[in-house]
């Protein structure tokens, strides 16, 4: 008997297939041993999240992708790059590669450096320091 039956997150299952794995996902897959998908995964679905699943580990309890953890929630993604690109105790902001460098050291998330590209573009700080 399956109870998991993940959130429906909308559009078509061809969109779906072509969407990134999910953390939940993946976490199921590696944590079930009798019902490691949604009731309605697809087979393409089914390949990808295995596939994908190969380069994730699970470690305390949370999924890490080449062993670097895994942050799924968009909030803590926002307070790691904060803090990360703002660490003060040099005095200055880290520039793109810099803090793209430091991230990618410790965590992974699906899109990290075009969100990293564009945190530190737009920062409000950095902006200042250009003018
Ligand atoms: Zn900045």
Redesign the pocket.
């Known amino acids: 008997m399956c109870e998991i039956v993940l959130a429906s997150r909308g559009g078509s299952a061809m969109a779906a297939a072509r969407k990134a794995v999910t953390y939940d996902e993946v976490y199921q897959f590696l944590t079930k041993t009798d019902c490691k998908y949604a009731t309605n995964c697809s087979e393409s679905r089914k390949r990808a999240i295995r596939k994908f699943s190969k380069n994730v580990a699970l470690v305390d309890g949370v999924l890490h992708y080449d062993h670097r953890k895994w942050i799924s929630d968009s909030k803590l993604q926002g307070q790691i790059l904060n803090s990360i ?2 660490d003060s105790s040099g005095g200055c ?1 880290f520039g793109r590669d810099k803090t793209r460098q430091k991230i990618a050291m410790r965590y992974y998330w699906h899109g990290m450096y075009e969100d990293i590209d564009e945190y ?1 573009r737009t ?1 409000v ?2 902006q200042k320091v250009r003018q």
């Open positions: 690109h703002n902001h530190v920062c700080d950095c």
